[in-house]
Every structure is written in structure tokens, then in C-alpha cells.
């Protein structure tokens, strides 16, 4: 059993900052890309960035130069760092991880946290 739980959502003032946080636990063997995600009411679920083991980095143009994603390997924790927030930025944000729960069986599973709130007012 492997659980993904967000935390660090919450109300900001546009221009504020927030930092997200997403941990791991359960039955890991090995965790390899995570990645944030994010839903605005209305809208389709989209890439917000991922990053890979080593530590390779992606984003959404829409975010590039404000939001940071890093991850604790040790921590089996996810971040996303976000920066000059703006009222477009409100919507539920999911993290998800490709993860290994068998030493013997190489077989990857995509898993999903439940989401945290961001809602940025103007």
C-alpha cells in the first residue's frame, strides 16, 4: 500500500508565496519521476512540473521562473516552491509519483495524493 499526501495549500494574497509538500510512504521500493499537477474549477487537470531521480526539471510555461519543484530522495518528499502567485494560479494541486514497491518485480505504478487547495486572491 502506497500513499501520496500533499500539504502546504492554502489562502495567499497575489504576489505571496507558498510551498507545497508531498510525501511518500508505504510499501516503496523505489520512486522514480514526481510531479505536480494542478485543477481549476472548470478545467482540465494540467502539468504544473515534474522532476526526475537525478534531479531534471520541467514546467509549464505558465510557471517557468516562478514556481521551483525539488524533492528530498532520502525523505521520499516532494516540493513545489511558488513564488509571485496570481490569482490564475488557484486550483486544487495534485502530486503524483511513479513508484516501485517490489524489489524483484520491476514494475512501475503511477500514484496520486488527494490534492491541496490554493487559492490566490487578488
Known amino acids: 500500500q502506497v500513499q501520496l499526501v500533499e500539504s502546504g495549500g492554502g489562502l495567499v494574497q497575489a504576489g505571496g508565496s507558498l510551498r507545497l509538500s508531498c510525501a511518500a510512504s508505504?510499501?516503496?521500493?523505489?520512486?522514480?519521476?514526481m510531479g505536480w499537477y494542478r485543477q481549476a474549477p472548470g478545467k482540465a487537470r494540467e502539468l504544473v512540473a515534474t522532476?526526475?531521480?537525478?534531479?531534471?526539471?520541467n514546467y509549464a510555461d505558465s510557471v517557468k521562473a516562478r514556481f521551483t519543484i525539488s524533492r528530498d530522495n532520502a525523505k521520499n518528499t516532494l516540493y513545489l516552491q511558488m513564488n509571485s502567485l496570481k490569482p490564475e494560479d488557484t486550483a486544487v494541486y495534485y502530486c503524483?509519483?511513479?513508484?516501485?514497491?517490489?524489489?524483484?518485480?520491476?514494475?512501475?505504478?503511477?500514484?496520486w495524493g488527494p490534492g491541496t487547495q490554493v487559492t490566490v486572491s487578488s
Open positions: 503524483s509519483a511513479d513508484i516501485r514497491t517490489m524489489k524483484y518485480v520491476p514494475r512501475w505504478n503511477e500514484y
Open positions: 522532476i526526475t531521480k537525478d534531479g531534471s526539471t
Open positions: 508505504g510499501s516503496i521500493f523505489s520512486i522514480n519521476a
